[in-house]
Structures are given as structure tokens and as C-alpha cells.
DNA sequence: GTCTATATCGGGATAGAC
DNA sequence: GTCTATCCCGATATAGAC
């Protein structure tokens, strides 16, 4: 908990935020929810009517949480390269201090897209949702300006800087097991310097 | 079903694959395996004890299915730039192929990384495993020749290569909508053309 | 609003016939 | 080796007292 004399309702959000983004949808039990947040488990039905409302409610905090702050960076008047160093150290930011986001946005919309759909729309709308398209003009200006390469594709760029921001942090357990001989230790040397490096990897890929 | 014909222990291993990797351990049905695979549900328990011994079988097979092939290319006899072409070559090909057993094995590791363990580490001595290492030698003999840059670290180097094949696939359902307008066709195209582009992206990035 | 007690059901696991 | 029937527990959800 951040806050302390938070309403019920508040602390049931938070305590179930922590359990479903750790163990998903099915992996959770509405005991633990109502253990962590320090109340009764009929509390829950009480605020929220079921297992999968209070899910949804979850899901949508998350996902707001995540998309928006990137999205403003994606968005802000700024050179392409600024653009790219902003948004690597706001995003890595955001990615290591909440380490299981990522894949349970990611996991729980592959096991349920359709269910996920509805709360996804909404969440866009409400904030108003372009982000390729501004940052796919950043691109061409640069590539007009002589900054980068005539082939880089902005899509293939963004998913790309996408993937080696989140991809490390989401996968830490099979990638500290496999190269770092599972020493945790050393995986957090390797990600405190991954600010720089992730940036440094991009800019040199397509500047000119 | 590959073959026809398969003797019953290998239909359920084949059915429990199909349902686990799509719905992950809490979220998978006995009864789900036993319908695909056209049996009945006490005989999962004849052939493996418990819903954990069949999942913790589907996982070593998956995850045996997954490095080994990888490992191969990382530590054959080969210059650095004809490695990393074959490697995301190979390895896009894999996972292209089993979309959803990135995210699979990546999911199950988080969730329950001691239950996993051993599985790992038995997978593991059973092939040998040494995958970075032989992957660090090439690129600091690649360095010595003048090829690439000097600050290229292996290790990132090889979480980068990682990151950018498999993220995009294993996030897909996000992607698509946030990047996609959600449009299938679409992202099966920006998928086909990701060999070149993710090729192209890693050696223009270390490469003088 | 918050609790205790309980209803209800789904799903993993076993017994036993064939 | 494969089936039917059943046990039993755990988990969601509700009823009702305070």
C-alpha cells in the first residue's frame, strides 16, 4: 500500500492490482485479494459484483497506467532523436518499477482477446489514441533532414524500441537463467545499465 | 494432431501442449485436454499421475523444443554477421511456427519460478548449455578485426537480438491494437517482412 | 459497511467394472 | 488400457445478522 487510511474500496483496487498482475486472471483467488487488502472476502463481492468485474477494473488501471505517459512522449514536438532518448528513459522507468505489468497485459490479452476487447476500446478512446501515426512523421523528417537512414520503417523502428525495453524485464526469469547463470544479482547490474545501452543500440542502427 | 494414428500417450502430450500453451497452467481444464485429444479424462491420470506431472512434461518439451535449435547456430563455427543472420533467420522461423510458446514459457517462469526449476536445470545439463559464451568470443574476435564498434557488449547484444524477435510475436494481441488499428492482415504482413528488417536493424547497430 | 455462515458448483483425483 | 461413476476439496458467490 502507498497510502495509508485509504477507503476500502481503494485498498481492495490496490490489493487486487498486486495479486492479478502477479498470478493473472485464473492463477488468482479472491481469498488472497481480501487477505492483502485486510478485509473480508464477501467485501469484495460487496464493492464489486464478481471475480471478473473486479478483474476488468484492474486490467483498465493497469493499461492506463502504462500506455498514456509513452504516449505523450510519442506525441510531444521534439527531434527524432530526443524523441528516442526521452521516451527509452521514461518507458524503462515505467518497466522497472512495475516489472510484472508487461506481461500480464500482454499474457492476459493473449488468453482472452475477445473479453479484453471492450475494456481496451474504451481505455483508447477515452485518452485518444494515435501513437504510430506523430511518430511515423518524426521519421520522415529525418530521413528528409539526412539524420537516418533512407530504410528505416517507422512501424518496424517503434516495435523494435518497444521490444528491447519490455522484452528484458518481462522475461527476466528465463533470460537470468539462461545467460546470467540465474544470479539475480547480476541482472540487476545488467539492467541499471540498460538506459544508455538500449538507446545507443537504436540511435547507431539507423542514424546516418 | 501431426500424425494420425499416435499411441494415446501421445495424443494427450500433444492435446495438453495445445491447451497449456494457450491457457497456461491455472487456466487449463482437465477436461479440455481430454476432449482434444478424444479421451477420456481418468486416462490423463493413468498416463501422467496429476495435472502438475502433465504440465511440468508439456513444459520440458517445449522448452527442449525451443533452445536447442538456438544454442545450435550460437555455438557452431561461423563469422558474427553470418551467425546473427542465421540466428534470427532460424529463430524467427521457430516462433513463428509456435507463437504462443514464448509467452507461454516466459508466463509459467514468472509465475512459479521454484516449481520450475528444476525442470530448467535438468533441461539444461541434459543439452549442454552454454549459450552466451561461445556468442561473447565471436564478437570480441569480430571487435579485433575491426568489424564492429567497440562498445558493443555481447550480452546486451544477444538480449537485444532476443528481444526484437521474439517480443513482436509474443505480444502480438497488444501490438496489434495499439500499432495496427487491430487489423490481422495488416500485422501478418509487418511479420513477414521482420527477417530482413530485424537483420538489417542489429547489424547496421554494431557494424562500423 | 462489515462480518459469519452457508449454498453451490466446478474440477482434480480415485474406485472399480469391463 | 479404457470407460463410468463418484468422491472431495477449493473457490465463487450469496444470505443474513450486526
Redesign the interface.
Known amino acids: 500500500m502507498t497510502e495509508l487510511n485509504k477507503d476500502t474500496e481503494g485498498k481492495i483496487l490496490e490489493a487486487a492490482q498486486d495479486v492479478f498482475t502477479?498470478?493473472?486472471?485464473?492463477?488468482t483467488r479472491m481469498q488472497e485479494i481480501a487477505d492483502k487488502a485486510g478485509i473480508n472476502k464477501s467485501l469484495l463481492h460487496y464493492y464489486y459484483r464478481s471475480k471478473e468485474k473486479l478483474f476488468g477494473a484492474v486490467f483498465k488501471t493497469v493499461l492506463t497506467r502504462f500506455?498514456p505517459k509513452t504516449l505523450k512522449i510519442l506525441n510531444a514536438e521534439m527531434p527524432l532523436f530526443e524523441k528516442i532518448e526521452k521516451f527509452v528513459d521514461a518507458y524503462l522507468d515505467i518497466i522497472m518499477k512495475n516489472p510484472?505489468a508487461?506481461?500480464f497485459?500482454?499474457?492476459e490479452?493473449?488468453?482472452n482477446?475477445n473479453g479484453?476487447a471492450s475494456i481496451?476500446i474504451n481505455a483508447?478512446t477515452d485518452m485518444g489514441?494515435h501513437?504510430?501515426e506523430r511518430f511515423a512523421v518524426d521519421v520522415e523528417t529525418a530521413k528528409k533532414q539526412g539524420l537516418i537512414?533512407d530504410?528505416v520503417?517507422a512501424?518496424?523502428?517503434?516495435?523494435?524500441m518497444?521490444?528491447?525495453c519490455?522484452?528484458?524485464v518481462?522475461?527476466?526469469?528465463?533470460?537470468q537463467?539462461?545467460?546470467?547463470d540465474n544470479n539475480s544479482k547480476d541482472y540487476d547490474l545488467?539492467l541499471s545499465v540498460?538506459k544508455t545501452?538500449?538507446r545507443?543500440?537504436?540511435i547507431?542502427?539507423?542514424k546516418k
Chains 1, 2 share one sequence.
Open positions: 502477479e498470478k493473472g486472471m485464473s492463477g500506455l510484472s508487461p506481461i497485459l500482454i499474457n490479452m493473449h488468453k482477446p479484453i481496451m483508447f489514441f501513437p504510430a537512414r530504410d520503417n512501424k518496424h523502428l517503434f516495435v523494435n518497444m521490444s528491447i519490455i522484452f528484458p518481462a522475461a527476466r526469469p528465463l533470460l537463467r539462461i545467460g546470467f545488467f540498460r545501452e538500449v545507443n543500440f537504436i547507431n542502427s539507423i
